[in-house]
């Protein structure tokens, strides 16, 4: 017994329906493969007409599932348009651009940044606070330009610095490598409920020496409000011999130099410190046979200086400048910084760490009073006197 199969016809109406599906699908494909140079026509032709500046971009990548795309060895150069000469600023072997995700699940739709081996230039002519500050606009707005989301997290992996002064004698040219910085919640996308829902944390290597950074802040509070730290320890001196020539017209046999730091900022206020520490300086030496005699005139000013105001038992230099004040008008206590540095040569050596008693607490918004010390009793009347007519001028 057979069977008689009947053969499904596609109808006319079917068949011009599939036609319609493929070819919505072969144009989706032909968009997704023209996009990576479409999107590297547009970021060229933005970085060789961005004034001031030209860049260029050697490849795209775009990873749509995952709604992100990489900028690949990207480079972006000061441009001096009366000397047609170019001056290296900014680089990258990769940028990733993406949706942060664990944002999207809390509902906010912004973006994260991930920087891989990048490096930052600043030269002598261009580290003004007022050019500094430009740069740093400018550079929003060209990353604002790559990246349409507000950007809540981004990251830095193996990242340099460089100062570079062409100019002086010997040049300068000092760097701090393998630069690790990760901010978050940068937009308060999620933990809003915490006074500082945001965080940023670096570290870094500077000759030898080590950085960390850590700071807790609210980046959308109307004034400026973080509870930051900061350590730089074990900086090799000797390395920066270039720069002391340069600009100190001496230079270092032995030592190391530290940095801390505390600093605390709310309602217009703010509050911290700063510890400068160099133990085992040496500045004249039998490496200074071949200088000349003014020089090593010169060399022994600084090298007594340092001994004068050095602990003997610890061996080193150093002093603590506290200071506090409304953020428009900063100012540093000189007394004290005189006071630590005289405390820390003839009485107790200070410690070569942060001394963790600055947080978001410590920030008063009425400004403390001033505690004279012995020095300030005796010599202080006349500097008051003077302070006092130049508040009524």
Do not use: C
């Amino acid at each position: 017994m057979t069977k008689n199969t009947k053969t499904k016809k596609i109808t006319p109406k079917k068949k011009r329906a599939l036609t319609i599906i493929l070819i919505i699908v072969v144009v989706l494909a032909a968009i997704r493969l023209a996009l990576p140079y479409i999107v590297l026509h547009f970021a060229n032709q933005k970085l060789a007409t961005m004034k001031g500046y030209r860049g260029h971009v050697e490849d795209i990548d775009i990873a749509l599932i995952r709604g992100a795309y990489k900028l690949n060895d990207m480079y972006l150069n000061k441009y001096d348009s009366a000397k047609d000469k170019q001056t290296p600023f900014f680089s990258a072997r990769d940028i990733d651009l993406s949706v942060e995700w664990k944002a999207l699940l809390h509902g906010s739709i912004v973006g994260e940044l991930i920087f891989d081996d990048p490096m930052l230039r600043f030269t002598k002519d261009k580290v003004e606070p007022k050019q500094i500050a430009k740069d740093s606009t400018d550079f929003r707005s060209l990353l604002k330009g790559f990246m349409p989301l507000d950007v809540n997290r981004f990251e830095i992996n193996n990242g340099k610095i460089q100062y570079i002064d062409e100019f002086s004698k010997p040049k300068v040219d000092i760097e701090m490598n393998h630069t690790h910085i990760l901010a978050q919640n940068l937009k308060n996308s999620y933990d809003s409920t915490v006074l500082l829902p945001a965080k940023v944390n670096a570290n870094a290597d500077l000759y030898d020496g080590t950085l960390d950074f850590n700071m807790k802040l609210n980046p959308l509070a109307e004034n400026a409000t973080f509870d930051m730290n900061m350590e730089l320890k074990n900086t090799n001196l000797v390395k920066l011999n270039d720069f002391f020539k340069a600009y100190a017209k001496a230079d270092v046999n032995k030592g190391t130099f530290g940095l801390y730091s505390e600093v605390a900022a709310k309602e217009g206020k703010f509050t911290g410190y700063v510890k400068p520490l160099i133990k085992d300086l040496d500045i004249l030496g039998p490496e200074d046979n071949k200088d000349n005699f003014l020089q090593k005139i010169w060399e022994g000013l600084v090298g007594t200086t340092g001994q004068v105001f050095k602990n003997q038992r610890k061996d080193q230099v150093g002093t603590k400048i506290p200071f506090e004040g409304d953020l428009k008008n900063p100012k540093a206590n000189t007394w004290t910084a005189l006071i630590n540095v005289l405390e820390n040569a003839f009485i107790s050596a200070l410690p070569s760490s942060i001394d963790n008693d600055i947080n978001i607490g410590s920030v008063s918004a009425k400004p403390k009073e001033e505690k004279k010390t012995f020095l300030q009793k005796i010599f202080g009347k006349k500097d008051k006197d003077k302070d006092d007519k130049k508040d009524k001028k």
